[in-house]
């Protein structure tokens, strides 16, 4: 199968044609509309932009090894920690899993050649990166001083920085989101091969039409919020301005009921993945494969009731305060179940310790850990204290960084035979997949403690007393630093010099594994036939996926 | 770590209350995982085979439904601090507070001004009535666990007891531009007999009210709201507190806000009766301005 004599670089034999191999010109690959070319070009541009958010990230950890900011200047810094939230959120985190693992993957798995519109697929690209040059822009020439979160009126009224480009570039960047996840929508009502019932639908699929949701009914309300801020800015129409009659935390209202759906943007797509990872690699079928669905559609609906957890000081209505404390702590539920479920799939298995697997282990407990603090957060007292504090920091980084690129990188290594045709050195992988774990841990669990001993968030001076854990959280990010940067190393090696993979390298049910490695043009040779649920690892002499003809009568 | 208020054990409970939960469910989870992952790993002798459909579905359930009941056990438990503290004492001695980019402005009720620094005495609740000068700011005292918005356009009010006499951060948590990191002040917590003493040293001058009284007459307001100019305005004695009607048959509460929102805004309720002829004091009152005036009409000395 895949120990083919020395080929082209990516092509698996010379002559053989395949997605990377079809054509060579840049012209082929910038106006290309095949899914798994254009996954590939929203992974090039979301690698840099994940180093230069990490770089962000690595001049702050630096500042903040001495209580003095004697590294950067207060306008510096604050510049710093906001090109690090505006890249790191909507331009690696929003749309890493989806657009590239989603975009290579959904059409494969569920039997089909093509997303639904994949000219809207490419567009999406270019709107995506036209924003993120937009921002990209803003954030270096002269930058911006408002945090991700563009809170007015200080944003509209009184930050002295590009806050109009920026917020230009997300609100271009958004729709790249709502068309990826119309597409994404269609592509699932309408492709699925024949005898790909909804119940038969691997959990990557299903987390990505639940993100979709997300990101359709969301991602518009973003864009008001947006509009508003600039006509305020731009125009000086008070909306926000409360010398005017305006409410600055309308912004907040406004900027949540997308921010905090925008979570699960990040994490639905990470629980997908992790489903599949920790399916194949312990051979089980995924436990309660039903409850799983339900709780993924449970996250995406519920998750647009919890905005409002943003606010328990802002001064909103303590009645208002108690229901979105209640609903914070319903949504726990389903996250719960999912965590249950995992473990649960162990249950019985043949585990194997690989890459991904130990990617996809450290994501559940570090998914768990943070779910949980997000029950401190949730509690109304308890989030007085801790809000705008270094817990709510270390909360969102153990879900969107722990979480989310935890998963991102176990899947990137589960598929990465499947995408690119080659195999990468599973020590090296192992090696990475553990470092990163307790580099994570090492840079963000002190600062749970930070925070609950009252270290604001967003300082670049703090009083000395702070420090130890500072220095502490500093010396864990040299260690994750380095474990994001490795992978770099022996995944580029693997490109040029790694084994050729066979087509099916982990032994997997899925249906992207039925064709070759890496794809052709048009994925299948034949349109697939399903004839069972999807991870039927532990039967016995169980075929997953029959060609067509094969048996199951088929459909008129 | 510190717990200097009446509040900060209590919220130190549910602190502590949901790191046991989360340290039994990791260790549950994290157990489990171990368990698992040295018991089933590939090639091992343990018995595999597929788990009856039944057994797993009541686990499912089993544990929707008490993660739910804990979960839901939580929230009443630490809701029910939230809604006891919403009261604010009435015997509360209160501060004035005015945010600006980038420093704190106290007023006690004497007139005495600190900046960045608060005395206040120890066992005696404190009410704090807040607003902001021009971003939202974020006042939080760590070592009494409490923390509020300060909104611009707006009076907001949290308030606290200290327990423990010392000297205690006082953060700005909400980011507000260049020197956020800088806005931070002390509060310091001292005995009945050392807060009357410090009290005393302070330059008193006259308190919010009086001058309050003052800035009443300086800015006209009684050419209009004086005892004898009934017709074009309301008198304003003994309004703090009270049910005014407004225009379309509404009834707003003369509150602190109100009775800002009258002074900048005075388009907004107009009270019934009334043409809305009155002018906005937007730019001329400063927000120091405003808080007096505020405590005057609160006073009782109103006329």
Redesign the interface.
Known sequence: MGDAPEAGLLGREPGERNYLTAGTTVRSWLLTTDHKRIALLYAAGITFFFFLGGAAATLMRAELVTPA?DLLT??EY?RTFTLHGVIMVWFFLVPSIPTTLGNFLLPLMIGANEVAYPKLNLFSWYLWLAGGLLTLFALLAGGV???W?F?T??ST???NSHVLLAAAGVFVAGFSSIATGINFIATLHLLRARGMTWMRLPLFAWAMYATSLVMVLATPVLAMALLLLFAERAFGLPIFD??A?GD??LFQHLFWFYSHPAVYIMILPAMGVVSEVIACE??RRV??YE?MVYAMLMIAIIGFMVWGHHMF???QS?FA??VF??LS??I??PS??K???W??T????????STPMLYA?GF??LF??GG??G??L?????D??L???YFVTAHFHYIMVGGSVSAFFAGLHFWWPKITGRLYSETLGRFAAVSMFFGFNFTFFPQFVLG???M????????PEFQAWHVMSSTGAVVLAFAYLWPLCYLGWSLVKGERASDNPHDATGLEWQTRSPPPTDNFAEPPIVTGPPYRY?EEGYAPHAPAAADEPQRP | MIQASTLAPRVDGIFWMLTGLSVAIMLLVGLLILIFSFRYRRGSKAKRGPVPEKLSGEIEIGWTVATLFVFVFVFWFAAALDTEQFEIPKDAMEIHVVAKQWMWKLEHPNGAREINALHVPVGVPVKLVMTSQDVIHSFFVPAFRTKQDVLPGRYVQAWFQASKVGTYHLFCTEYCGTDHSRMIGGIIVQSPADYARWSSGQPQGDSLADQGAGLFVAMGCTGCHGGSAVVRAPSLAGLYGRAVPVGDGRFVTADEGYLRDSILLPQKDIVAGYAPVMPSYQGVASEDDVVKLVAYLKSGKVK
């Open positions: 900011g207060a306008d604050n001083d408002t945090g979160t809170y009126p200080f009224l009184y930050s409360p010398r009659g600055p935390v312990a051979r436990f309660g409850f000081i802002s001064g303590p305060s108690l404390s209640a702590f319903v726990a539920v719960a179940i965590v249950f479920n473990t649960g162990l249950y019985r298995g043949q585990i194997r310790f282990l559940v407990g768990t850990l949980l603090t029950l401190f949730a509690s109304l007292p308890l007085v204290h809000t705008d504090t609950y001993l009252g604001p968030r967003r300082y670049h001076e703090y009083p532990h």
